[in-house]
């Protein structure tokens, strides 16, 4: 036995020490699920989840509504008959004739064959050899022989099976029906090998591992005469097992090959930098990183040699030192793409000596046209930078050429953010009932309302713990969450109805995971309910529910949503409403003003483009029309300046800045005042006022009082007259409500 099946075996629990491993009906990693048939003790083996008797009977029954078919009586499917004993009290041997084992019968026979009840009374069990039990599983009579340890019935099904040995004849018989893992016949390293990748798959409880799925697999090894499962890399195992011997293409099977492998790995102490470091593949998990869909990060692709090994030296560095493995990956794939550079223009680096400022030249005139994107670009060159600075630092390549640096004039300039905020349009429908309510599954409904009403990142959404929501002295619910990207707990007020959907989405989990620690679990490869909902999952889903929904633009056209125009949008409507800059910020959880001030921006163009379409009139209701070019942005930030100011509750003042007015209260009859449809509700209230004090100065007999409220009432009649005309947008509309709804408070 060689080291690391000594290895193995030393770890195995004696459950996977067997040949042949039952794999239990309603064992969450082995076991088929349970028939759905009450009181049926069978494993599921149909998509309708009945075992092989009911799906006959099912099927025999016309195949009527399953659901209603196994809630109805169904007869048990025929018990394993218990084998009786012969008649003779204290007689353990199996029945023979007359119900009497071979021995009694034979008696009996010389006896005359007298009447039976009578005959074996006073009857002793015979003692021709010492008693033995069978070794059949759960039968309990004795052996029939001295020859062999069975039972009179089983050593006949022995006989009639071909005499195997009788060990594997026993095995047999004691799994008879089950659902087993046979490993009989594969060589015993193998053997080992498969064992402790199962085992490990149950201590994992990850992915399920059923023998109808392996078991092709364990008869294609047996067939090639494999010794063991590192025979061959787990690329050369694909091409062996799947083209070679034509073995059904099952990811579940290569996957289990590669998890045994790595399980191998780790027991063998074959992880950590010492072993991981000389590889050209380096796995993350072997280097204590969690499993994530980033598994690798590869240098193979790396060339020439001594770049290859300071990029393996400049990795380990990064990581480290604390760095993120996806940062880490990113930087590698910005080295790799110089080294494709290298090899498509045929430039050849063999020494550090080589590579000098005009080469990186070249290669930013290559990337330029290779990688238009500027955003990806810098991304490429900061990644090149990185790495050059770090030999330079360190001095791990003393003949690198002193030109090779990159310069900050190198990058392209950062481009604009640009608006992912969906706009109102669009937002307003994903937010209406009708639409939320066809979601196929409520928990992508929740997670869709918990992007739309706090703006979380959906990486932190998705994630988020089961017991989430926190509540102050008053009642108020606050979502609680970890900001990955910043990697601190944060909170985030929400209100109480998604509080509600959230307190019920806690309960469906718990019914499915008593002890799952997260809200959105996924449901399948999560057997103890600690994986989060797959990110792709959820955008599959988000796409399938908006194209369900119809969802369109303005202009009739489809939708696609990204789960991060939820946070964008989130973003640009607290800016939109007046919600300061800094409670931004805090309720974003963003670490700097950059991306909150993006924001804001963003904002303002949206209110200068409705001011530009606004219909502007002055106090006489003609209209001011913008003026064009360069003096436009001025005036329109000299009339924000002023707004700032003066605040009117009907218009605006376009008084210059450094003037102030002093008659705030006789805008409507001065030339600085202009006035936009939004203020109509506020025009039409102060018409009927201004008719009242009109009506009271004439009692009064008030002349100059009168003419004054006269004017005022003729430049409102114009303002309004040309105001109702007026399209108005979206904005103004919205803007005319709030005011009415101040009014009305
Ligand atoms: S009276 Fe004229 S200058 Fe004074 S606040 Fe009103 S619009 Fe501006
Ligand atoms: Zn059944
Ligand atoms: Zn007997
Ligand atoms: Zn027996």
Redesign the pocket.
Known sequence: MDSLTARIAAALRPEFDQAVIVAPVGHPVLGLPPCRVLGCAGGAITRAGLCKGHHTRWHRADRPDVGRWVQTDQPPLQPQRILASCAVEGCRRGQCAATLCSGHYQLWKRSDRPKLGQWIIGQQPLSAFPRSVCAIGDCTLDAETKKRPLCRNHDHRWRTNGMPPIEQFVIDCDVRGADIFDLRGLPDRLVREIQYGLQCRVDESRLKTQPRRLMPMIRCLSQIGAHSLREHTIEEWDAVLFTGASLGRTNSVIAFVRDTLASLDRLQGLVGWDTEYPRDIWKLTNLGFPATRLAVLRFDRIHPHWMRDLAKRWCRWRLSTGSSAGVVASNLYALTRFCRFLEETGRGVPTPAALDRPMIEEYLAWVAVRCPDPNTRRKDLGGLASFLRTLQQHRWAPDLSPGAVLFREDYPPIPAPKARALSEFVASQLELESNLCRFAEPRFRVLTEILQRTGLRVGDARRLTIDCIDRDQHGAAYLRYHNHKMRRDARTPIDDALAEAITAQQQRVRKQFPTGPILFPMIVANLDGTRPIDRAAYAQNLDAWVSACEIRTEAGDNVHVRPHQFRHTYATRLINSGVPQHVVKKLLDHDSDTMTAHYARLSMETVREEWSRATKVDIHGQEIRELDGELAEAVWLKNSLSRAK?A?PNGY???PLQQT?E??N??LT?P??LTTPEFLPQHRTQLIETRVLIESARARGQQRVQQMNETVEKNLLNIIGTLQTAPSTCADAQRGRDHKDNDAR
């Open positions: 003066m009117l003042c376009t008084l007015c008659y705030a006789a805008c001065c600085m005042f």
